[in-house]
């Protein structure tokens, strides 16, 4: 039951962004349990719609992006902003946890969830003409999850809308930044062990 209430709403959320999200903080409406289950719909509706979506849309190969590779993508830059959003509000005197802003931003992406399945059936339906109405749908979809997303910002770390943009703007710039230094790190990594590797293999040639 719980769950049930925290899943419907992020349906009021969806129609009521500043008064949803600050209730969702100050009356703890949202659980983790129904971000749990918006983030399913999230991942199950995102593999069908890159493999349902018609030919007119694009049609991708399973052999070039595979469900192994998607859903760890999708998990992992969700929870890169998360996390990254976090540290930076934390510097800027935010008032959310981690746990509050990785609820609000699940819900903000309800809009990609809820569109996803009709997308999918709309890009078999539509004829070349028509496909306007599927990218309308899709960029409004995107456009209206943006704006939850910074509702959640401003509604979470009780912040006004222009430093809500301006945090949104650093969190992006933040996880650049968080994926640069991974690289770097995983490269050293590397560097490091064939160095090992070539020093054991000197002391095992000279044994």
């Not at 199950?44 to 890159?50: A, G, K, S």
């Not at 830059?77 to 934390?90: G, V």
């Not at 028509?130 to 749908?137: G, N, P, S, V």
Request: glycine letters at 6%; one cysteine or more; proline letters at 2%.
């Amino acid at each position: 039951m719980e769950v049930a209430q925290g899943v419907r709403y992020a349906f009021y959320v969806l129609v009521h962004p500043f008064d949803g999200f600050w209730c969702l903080k100050s009356e703890k409406r949202g659980t983790l349990k129904s971000a749990g289950v918006l983030m399913a719909a999230l991942l199950l509706t995102m593999v069908i719609r890159l493999y349902g979506t018609g030919y007119l849309v694009g049609n991708v190969s399973p052999e070039t992006v595979t469900v192994w590779l998607l859903l760890p993508l999708i998990i992992g830059i969700y929870l890169l902003y998360c996390l990254a959003n976090w540290s930076l509000t934390t510097l800027m005197n935010g008032s959310g946890t981690f746990r509050e802003i990785s609820i609000a931003n699940i819900y903000a992406l309800l809009p990609v969830i809820l569109v996803n399945i009709p997308l999918t059936l709309l890009s078999h339906i539509l004829s070349g003409t028509e496909l306007a109405i599927y990218t309308f749908i899709s960029v409004a979809a995107v456009i209206w999850a943006l704006f939850l997303l910074l509702a959640a910002n401003m509604s979470i770390h009780d912040y006004s809308m222009t430093k809500s943009v301006i945090t949104f703007v650093l969190t992006l710039l933040a996880m650049l930044f968080i994926i640069v230094l991974g690289l770097l790190f995983l490269n050293l990594l590397q560097q490091v062990f064939q160095f090992v590797k070539s020093v054991v293999r000197e002391i095992a040639f000279r044994l």
